[in-house]
């Protein structure tokens, strides 16, 4: 029986900033007690973190997976990268620029959805043309859940999609698309890779629009937030526990 979670923060430079540092400190506090890892650069220095978070150990892969982020697409695309975590049920995607007000993962876990990230109000839509749906079977989808930055995510559903759609993953890495867009859209047209709907997702995470999905959702404040200050911070501002750094 695989662990149930491993919470994951990608790490690319030596140093946080302080609003960086601020929303990674809230989220931690609020994890207390879960497994967490950081994910890093091979030729990262590290000191920083030691220092400043000397219980949280690294997970190193080729430093080129975070030199851009086209590269850190190819890692989240990675068969290997999900085979690495293939003991724990579920990992949650934490980014630096993500915050967690209140730690709901136990009750996300016990849903059958198999990715969860913050919704795009105005959706994102492709022509799908290839593999199964090439030619006279293309599929035109539209979907609105949802960014990665902020992500739940089913490790052996995940590495189910990848191997279910490889040239999808082929033409993603070629065009240097985002990683979170694969999992939407080739997740909609999955035998069997359950996303939840834009509503319901605003309740685990959101990021565009935040103030609108409050008001959908029967103003309720999601477990997080990613690039929350980046957006609307005035939204945010009442459900944080402290003051943040100024931007």
């Not at 319901?200 to 103030?211: D, H, N, Q, R």
Request: proline share 6%.
């Amino acid at each position: 029986m695989p662990d149930k979670l491993l919470v994951l923060v990608p790490l690319y430079k030596g140093e946080l900033s302080l609003i960086e540092q601020y929303s990674l400190d809230v989220s931690l506090q609020n994890l207390a007690g879960r497994n967490i890892r950081f994910i890093a650069p091979k030729n990262m220095l590290r000191s920083y973190y030691q220092t400043r978070y000397p219980a949280i150990e690294f997970i190193l892969f080729d430093s080129h997976y975070f030199a851009s982020i086209a590269g850190y697409n190819r890692l989240l695309l990675a068969d290997f990268f999900y085979q690495q975590f293939i003991s724990y049920e579920f990992l949650l995607i934490l980014q630096t620029d993500a915050i967690i007000l209140r730690d709901d993962l136990d009750v996300w876990l016990n849903k059958s959805f198999d990715y969860i990230g913050a919704p795009w109000p105005d959706g994102n839509e492709l022509f799908v043309n290839l593999g199964r749906f090439e030619g006279e079977f293309g599929k035109r989808v539209k979907v609105y859940v949802g960014n990665g930055g902020l992500s739940l995510r089913r490790v052996n559903k995940c590495l189910s999609l990848l191997n279910e759609f490889p040239v999808a993953v082929s033409v993603f890495l070629n065009t240097g698309s985002s990683e979170d867009l694969f999992f939407s859209y080739m997740g909609a047209l999955s035998i069997d890779f359950i996303i939840p709907n834009e509503i319901t997702a605003s309740l685990f995470a959101m990021e565009l629009k935040p103030a609108y999905y409050y008001e959908v959702n029967g103003r309720r404040t999601p477990m997080g937030g990613h690039a929350w200050w980046k957006y609307d911070l005035d939204f945010w501002l009442p459900f944080l526990p402290s003051p943040p750094p100024q931007v």
